[in-house]
């Protein structure tokens, strides 16, 4: 597609039950990432899928958090037994490669996912 | 571990004037620094990447440039509109050790028209 799609926009949800959130990341792009965005907070970092490697899971919060790539393409993130501080905008950002990969490492981000656990 | 930091946190400028954003990041072994821009209730949207080896970069009303040796970049904004209204948010990304960027918490700016 012309940008990263994330859906759905808004998820209202009761604590305790379990959400995925999607991002279609721009067609070609090898590299993609999560960042979670609390109110009033910078951006924290969750997760990097690069290409075919084993993804970088090292800032994924708590064990409720996985996240999964099919294909090298569509992404899932999947919050468990969801409590009221995983209330956040959850970003995907994609990149034709990782900076590691020797490529410019510009991002493109998406609108966002916002959560709300009531 | 790479912290950055952006100051003023808000800024508010009458329409027409010139300004610098300013960021800081404390390790100098940066792979490139990237300006983005955040309306409310949506995601960021990309203005400028800075390699580590480039000095500058420009965008119509936009210059951003990079001292790598002093840990700073300032994103110059020239003959400012009420449309630029908006969070700013700089990013660093490391050489090695680390596939994330690292985030500032931004700088909202206000233009008054």
């Known amino acids: 597609g012309a940008g990263v799609s994330q859906s759905p926009s808004n998820k209202v949800t009761e604590k305790g039950k379990d959400v995925e959130l999607r991002c279609d990341p721009i067609?070609?792009?090898?590299?993609l990432y999560w960042y979670r965005q609390s109110l009033g907070q910078g951006l924290e970092f969750l997760i990097y899928?690069?290409?075919?490697?084993?993804?970088?899971k090292s800032g994924l919060p708590s064990d409720r958090f996985s996240a999964e790539r099919t294909g090298g393409s569509v992404s899932t993130l999947t919050i468990q037994r969801t409590q009221q501080e995983d209330s956040a905008v959850y970003l995907c950002?994609?990149?034709?490669?990782?900076?590691?990969?020797?490529?410019?490492?510009?991002?493109?981000f998406g609108e966002g996912s916002r959560l709300t656990v009531l | 571990k790479q912290e950055v930091t952006q100051i003023p946190a808000a800024l508010s400028v009458p329409e027409g004037e010139n300004l610098v954003l300013n960021c800081s990041f404390t390790?100098?072994?940066?792979?490139?620094l990237q300006w983005f821009r955040q309306d409310p209730g949506k995601g960021l949207t990309s203005l400028l990447l800075?390699?580590?080896?480039?000095r500058e970069q420009t965008s119509g009303r936009l210059n951003a440039s990079l001292d790598k040796s002093s840990g700073r970049s300032t994103l110059y904004i020239a003959a400012s509109q009420p449309g630029d209204s908006a969070t700013y948010l700089c990013a660093v990304g490391p050489y090695s050790g680390a596939n994330n960027l690292f985030f500032g918490t931004g700088t909202r700016l206000t233009v008054i028209p």
């Open positions: 899928f690069q290409g075919n490697s084993a993804p970088d």
């Open positions: 800075i390699q580590s080896s480039q």
């Open positions: 950002a994609s990149s034709s490669d990782g900076a590691l990969a020797g490529g410019t490492g510009e991002l493109f």
């Open positions: 390790d100098s072994a940066i792979y490139n």
């Open positions: 067609s070609g792009h090898t590299a």
